[in-house]
């Protein structure tokens, strides 16, 4: 692992990052919203790290889904109220704040979506 900077990477991370944002403030249904933003956070999270990082790409894409994967358990485990964040519109949305297995189903699909982001 080295760390580098790839504008590649810095480009599709702002693209996705304006379209998370456009998909929050604005989308408001049962599909796109739920399913695709979170295909899209994988990606995003992806994105962020190869800007700086010049990696095994699989093993970087494996790393971002195992994470995404802790945060949807713990949000099972409702840690937005541990954290004191239940009140905030901001972080609960975020963080997210309840679990299900159709989000574990989007991350694994972003996660598809990573493995064909080589370089």
């Given at each position: 692992m080295?760390?580098?900077?790839?504008?590649k990477?810095?480009?599709?991370?702002i693209?996705?990052?304006i379209?998370?944002?456009?998909?929050?403030?604005y989308?408001?249904?049962?599909?796109?919203?739920?399913f695709?933003?979170?295909?899209?956070?994988?990606?995003l999270i992806?994105?962020?790290?190869?800007?700086?990082?010049?990696?095994?790409?699989?093993?970087?894409?494996?790393?971002?889904l195992?994470?995404?994967?802790?945060?949807?358990?713990?949000?099972?485990?409702?840690?937005v109220?541990?954290?004191g964040?239940?009140?905030?519109k901001?972080?609960?949305?975020?963080l997210?704040?309840?679990?299900?297995?159709?989000?574990?189903l989007?991350?694994?699909?972003?996660?598809?979506?990573?493995?064909?982001?080589?370089?």
């Amino acid at each position: 692992m080295k760390l580098t900077f790839n504008s590649k990477f810095l480009f599709i991370f702002i693209a996705i990052l304006i379209i998370e944002i456009l998909i929050a403030k604005y989308l408001h249904d049962a599909y796109i919203r739920p399913f695709g933003g979170d295909v899209l956070v994988v990606v995003l999270i992806y994105a962020f790290l190869r800007i700086f990082l010049k990696t095994n790409y699989k093993k970087l894409a494996l790393g971002v889904l195992i994470f995404s994967f802790a945060i949807e358990c713990l949000q099972g485990l409702h840690y937005v109220n541990w954290l004191g964040l239940a009140d905030n519109k901001f972080w609960s949305t975020v963080l997210g704040t309840y679990f299900t297995f159709y989000d574990l189903l989007a991350y694994f699909v972003g996660y598809l979506i990573c493995l064909l982001l080589k370089d």
